[in-house]
């Protein structure tokens, strides 16, 4: 099956900077990307669709302005989480596919903000 | 307010047995449902869907069965096998425009006993 990958796996930041998440297609092209959160023992959230060439569609109560997404090309989407706090520790995960039965995840990316 | 749930938060079964795991939806809207499965730090990886038009759809051990007037689905996996331990995310979809937004329960934890 196709692939997604994330980078990096892991990242550890101080409270008040920033970091960025790549989720990439590695053999197929993606004009649509989506990216989750997952809290322990929760369910994964959409936070928002990321789709090529155009602003990202957020979901209610994600703001827009932390969570910066850019999908700069068919096969990279950026999400760069601005001025990180403790509570933005969390386990990213970014999906892309045509159809729901075509979704591919990447392997998550686990943010520890101190 | 969670459109789907999934009320199970665990399920033991033993090998060689068949493996029932449940999830209860709300909104109507949902056109396509699907089981994921995830192990740790792990993406979620498709295993089968549904379309709503449909009740039951097959595939090797795994079978998904919609009850559509109680807004209910169920996943059987028989026979059971020790690699099936994993979470199990049960995740529906609905159109928007030319995308669609997946929707995921909280997920069961699945553990097969040898």
């Known amino acids: 099956g196709a692939v997604v990958s994330q980078h990096p796996s892991r990242v550890i930041c101080k409270s008040g900077t920033s970091v960025k998440i790549e989720c990439r297609s590695l053999d197929f092209q993606a004009t649509t990307m989506f990216w989750y959160r997952q809290f322990p023992k929760q369910s994964l959230m959409l936070m928002a669709t990321?789709?090529?060439?155009?602003?990202?569609?957020?979901e209610q109560g994600v703001e827009k302005d932390k969570f910066l997404i850019n999908h700069a090309s068919l096969t990279l989407s950026t999400l760069t989480v601005t001025s990180a706090h403790p509570e933005d520790s969390s386990f990213y995960i970014c999906?892309?596919?045509?159809?729901?039965?075509?979704?591919?995840f990447g392997p998550g990316t686990r943010l520890t903000v101190t | 307010d969670q459109q789907v749930k999934q009320n199970s938060p665990s399920l033991s079964v033993q090998e060689g047995r068949i493996s029932i795991l449940n999830c209860d939806y709300t909104n109507s809207m949902f056109d396509y449902f699907l089981w994921y499965k995830k192990y740790p730090a792990e993406g979620p990886t498709f295993l089968i869907s549904i379309s709503s038009i449909k009740d039951k759809n097959e595939d090797g051990r795994f079978t998904v069965f919609l009850n559509k007037s109680a807004k209910h689905l169920s996943l059987h996996i028989v026979p059971s096998q020790p690699g099936d331990s994993a979470v199990y995310f049960c995740a529906a979809s609905e159109a928007r425009g030319s995308n669609y937004k997946l929707t995921f329960g909280k997920g069961t934890l699945l553990t097969v006993n040898p």
């Open positions: 999906s892309a596919g045509r159809e729901p039965s075509e979704q591919y």
């Open positions: 990321s789709n090529e060439g155009s602003k990202a569609t957020y």
